[in-house]
């Protein structure tokens, strides 16, 4: 019987019982999913099977084991229909979400509540990876950035729909190629190494820009960034990651890029000294060749500096009162003193300008030497109101300066006076010493009567050889005579021109302030 049951075989064994009973056993199994999962057994005494009551025994065993079969068939049905076809529903809606199809779904959970339950929650699961899905498409649609997809071997193997839309490639001249495969520019050997490095590291990289002609044939700059992916078991499997289409950005930095280098060009090369001093501290950062060779200092020099340290002592009051702020835009610093390595001062003009120099704020400054310029300025003003043979003011700097002596005169109650003198026979001095004799003798004549006035006094000429001495606050009437007989003496003194020697004499007459006016007209 245990030889029958474990062969799975139904039959009838005619053997003893445990108490040496001649007994019919009657046996078959009842099969779940192929293997035997139930045994029906009946054994009856051998005795009662011969007779009519072994018969009816025999027919009620039949029945029993019939109604056991037919028992087994149902339940075995059952499991199917409520157990089985879930399950595997609930497993092939599962492959197909597995497989990208998002929109499948388990159903016919059947009576059994915990199938019920975990059916819902898988559908739930499976709306909720579509509904991201769908939120994930529509970002990369309207994305500027293209996705991509590379495989185990650095091959791209899928691309996001936009690509040829926003950057005009076409995805089929990429698929099942490595990156460096496909045609580029603007990529050196050094960096196309340097990258592969990175892939192979399996590391994530940002912001690797690559040239590339796009279907329209334009050239185009495309920024890619990446990271690597594995599987649950830490297995590589390749690359995703974004591309962006950077063309202008790059456009703009290559014209950022020229723009400095032309400014630097022009900062560098200008004809004028030029610096930028750091807002904080005032130091110097920066200095082109002008700068350097006008005053003398090296760059290094220089970057070791402050204003201060070029500033002339006089200045220095003015430049630490001097507030400026970071940011300023163009200001004008008007006339400064600076002294070069040498020790002379020279006359500037500065202007500066407010700027970001290596992230910090900075002035550049742009220096004027104006010192040749002042010199001019000064020597025309001085031939506007000088005589030019012998540095005398003329007449319309003595018109100003006896309003000055008689105000003051009137204003304090004194006495001043004007004195009128030329050389007597200067033409005949001039024939014979020729012109530039006759310039000789009148500079040295004003020279030594300028001498022999007191400090205050004013001497001009008026043309010729006519000359006018303004003496003012005279406070005893003797100091304009004795002005008056030093001045006949120098005049007096024999004299040499252009080797000759020879004397002069001088026509004098005096106009006293207030007794004889009070206007220069008058009195002249």
């Not at 499991?79 to 529903?89: L, M």
Request: net charge neutral.
């Amino acid at each position: 019987l245990r030889a029958a049951l474990r062969a799975g075989r139904a039959g009838i064994v005619d053997t003893l019982d445990p108490r040496d009973t001649p007994t019919m056993y009657a046996f078959a199994p009842a099969r779940l999913a192929g293997d035997a999962a139930m045994y029906v057994v009946i054994g009856v005494s051998k005795a009662s099977v011969v007779g009519p009551v072994d018969r009816t025994l025999a027919r009620s065993l039949s029945m029993l084991l019939a109604a056991a079969l037919a028992f087994c068939g149902l339940a075995w049905a059952g499991y199917r229909r409520w157990v089985v076809r879930p399950v595997d529903r609930l497993i092939a809606a599962a492959d197909a979400v597995a497989a990208g199809e998002l929109s499948a779904r388990a159903s016919q959970a059947g009576p059994v509540a915990e199938y019920v339950r975990m059916q819902e929650r898988f559908n739930h699961m499976a709306e909720t990876l579509e509904a991201r899905e769908r939120l994930l498409s529509g970002l990369v649609e309207v994305s500027a950035d293209s996705y991509w997809e590379q495989d185990e071997a650095l091959r791209f193997k899928s691309f996001s729909d936009n690509m040829l839309p926003r950057g005009h490639f076409p995805a089929n001249h990429f698929l099942g190629k490595l990156r460096w495969e496909t045609p580029n520019f603007g990529v050196s050997e050094a960096q196309w190494a340097a990258h592969r490095a990175t892939l192979d590291a399996r590391q994530p990289f940002r912001d690797f820009v690559v040239g590339r002609i796009d279907d329209l044939g334009q050239r185009r700059y495309v920024s890619i960034s990446g990271r690597p992916t594995f599987d649950r078991s830490g297995a590589f499997t390749g690359y995703q990651g974004v591309a962006t289409d950077v063309t202008q950005r790059v456009a703009a930095e290559e014209a950022l890029r020229a723009a400095e280098e032309q400014y630097r060009a022009l900062f560098d090369k200008s004809p004028s000294p030029m610096w930028v001093l750091r807002h904080e501290d005032l130091r110097f950062v920066a200095v082109n060749e002008a700068a350097i060779a006008h005053y003398g200092y090296s760059k290094a020099e220089f970057l070791a500096m402050t204003t201060r340290d070029i500033v002339s002592e006089a200045d220095v009051p003015a430049l630490l009162s001097q507030h400026v702020e970071p940011h300023a835009a163009a200001l004008d610093h008007g006339q400064w003193r600076h002294r070069r390595k040498d020790g002379s001062i020279i006359d500037v003009h500065v202007r500066s300008y407010g700027i970001v120099f290596e992230g910090a704020p900075a002035h550049l400054v742009l220096v004027t030497d104006i010192t040749e310029r002042l010199r001019y300025e000064r020597q025309i003003e001085h031939l506007a109101t000088h005589d030019g043979l012998t540095g005398l003011p003329n007449r319309g700097l003595l018109a100003d300066l006896a309003v000055q002596v008689l105000s003051s005169a009137r204003r304090l109650g004194r006495n001043a006076a004007l004195l009128l003198f030329d050389l007597d026979n200067f033409k005949l001095h001039n024939d014979s010493f020729g012109h530039q004799g006759g310039d000789a003798l009148l500079r040295e004549v004003s020279a030594r009567i300028a001498q022999v006035l007191r400090e205050g006094d004013t001497l001009a000429r008026l043309g010729g050889d006519e000359f006018v001495a303004l003496l003012g606050d005279l406070r005893q009437p003797e100091d304009g005579a004795k002005v008056i007989s030093r001045i006949r003496g120098a005049a007096s003194e024999p004299f040499k021109v252009r080797g000759q020697g020879g004397f002069v004499t001088t026509s004098l007459g005096v106009r006293s302030v207030p007794a004889d006016g009070r206007r220069l007209e008058k009195l002249v």
